[in-house]
Structure formats: C-alpha cells, structure tokens
Antibody, heavy 122, light 113 residues
Framework: EVQLVQSGVEVKKPGQSLTISCKGS????????IGWVRQMPGKGLEWMGSIYPGDYDTRYSPSSQGQVSISLDESISTVYLHWSSLRASDTAMYFC???????????????WGQGTLVTVSS | DIVMTQSPDSLAVSLGERATINCKSSQPVLYGSTNKNYLAWYQQKPGQPPNLLIYWASTRESGVPDRFSGSGSGTDFTLTISSLQAEDVAFYYCQQYYYTPLAFGQGTKVEIK
C-alpha cells in the first residue's frame, strides 16, 4: 500500500527555522517525483515545488524560489521542506504528494500525505 | 506561466441532478506529440487532502465512481458529476501539468440545493 506520512503539527514564531518531512512507503521511492502543495486557511491549492529522488532534480514555483528549500534522504525515503526564517504568512497546511512514475517532470498527484499544519505567530 | 480559472466559484445542485464545473487555461495544455491534454481534476473534502479524480483530462482514476467524467481539450475543460450524491459535497480543483510551474484553479465549492 502506497503511503505518504507527514510530520506533525508545528507552532513557531516569526524568524524561526523549520523543517517538515514526508516519508514514502509501499512503492519505489526513487522513481516518482514528490511535490509540496500549500493550502492557506480557507484558500485553494498552491504548488510550491517538487523533487525527483532519482537525480535530485528540483523545481520550484516562482513564489517559493528562495523562500523554502526542498531536499530528500533517499536512504529513509523521506522528502523535506525547509524554511530558514518563517513569516506569519507561512501559516498554512502543507501537503506532500506523489506523481506517477516514468515522468521527466512533475505531473499530477496520485497519492497525498495527510498534511502538516504550520502556524507561525508571535 | 499558465493560469487556471475555474467557474463557477460555487454551485448548489439537487441530489441526483447534474453538476458541471468549468476550467480554462491561459495557454493550451494539449501536447502535440502525445495528443494528450495535461489536465487533472481533484476533489477535496473538509479536513482531508485532495483526491485525484481525473487525469489526461478524461481518464478516471482507479476507484473513482463513473458518475465523475472529464472532457475538453486545448484550453477549455469540464468536470461533470452526472448524478450528484451527498458524499460529493466538496471543493473541486483543476490542475495543469503541461509544464512547471504547476498550477491549480482557484477551486469550486459544490453543495446540495
């Protein structure tokens, strides 16, 4: 069974750093793009970026470029989303999601994690 | 960048009636060499992650009820729920994957009239 299990709720202050994680299981981790999707409170879905474990190719949305970094540890089938300095506007639910295999770039998302709620408040 | 625009923002449909959601891309998402439209649809219920319904504009994901169907090509697409059920109350999003940055529509809320 394919599963993406994300790390738990985070409450942080502005200016703090944060890394959240997404662990894949039940499939060949290295052959599927994994992406991060943000959903701000009461709002829609926004793609932030995706990484391909096979060659570490990483793509970012223009609004996320330079604001976050995406990385992975293939040995534990885990993808990370990192902020070096959080802002109140980073308050959102963050989903990781997997793309189908055999693609040279991110496609649609066939499996999703349960979401990680991040609250940034002073 | 490709911008996705859905209409309407919300709709209320009687149980058993048809619901139709439109999605328009700012550029064509039909790739000539494959003759495929790089367009997907998702359903999101409150407190849950999105769930893939349709990809390649009209291919239903495994396990998705056949009352859900997708159509369209180029820049104009439609998600149809042929006979609305109570469990279909949700937000629905289209997404283009023709190239990065990937983009979602703003979402359409479907309710029971």
């Amino acid at each position: 069974e394919v599963q993406l299990v994300q790390s738990g709720v985070e409450v942080k202050k502005p200016g703090q750093s944060l890394t959240i994680s997404c662990k894949g299981s039940g499939y060949s981790f290295s052959t599927h793009w994994i992406g991060w999707v943000r959903q701000m409170p009461g709002k829609g879905l926004e793609w932030m970026g995706s990484i391909y474990p096979g060659d570490y190719d990483t793509r970012y949305s223009p609004s996320s470029q330079g604001q976050v970094s995406i990385s992975l540890d293939e040995s534990i089938s885990t993808v990370y989303l990192h902020w070096s300095s959080l802002r109140a506007s980073d308050t959102a639910m963050y989903f990781c999601a997997r793309c189908p295999t055999g693609t040279t770039s991110p496609y649609f998302f066939d499996y999703w994690g349960q979401g990680t709620l991040v609250t940034v408040s002073s | 960048d490709i911008v996705m625009t859905q209409s309407p923002d919300s709709l209320a449909v009687s149980l058993g009636e048809r619901a139709t959601i439109n999605c328009k891309s700012s550029q064509p998402v039909l790739y000539g060499s494959t003759n495929k439209n790089y367009l997907a649809w998702y359903q999101q219920k409150p407190g849950q992650p999105p769930n893939l319904l349709i990809y390649w504009a009209s291919t239903r994901e495994s396990g998705v009820p056949d009352r859900f169907s997708g159509s369209g090509s180029g820049t104009d697409f439609t998600l149809t729920i042929s006979s609305l059920q109570a469990e279909d109350v949700a937000f629905y999003y289209c997404q283009q994957y023709y190239y990065t940055p990937l983009a979602f529509g703003q979402g359409t809320k479907v309710e029971i009239k």
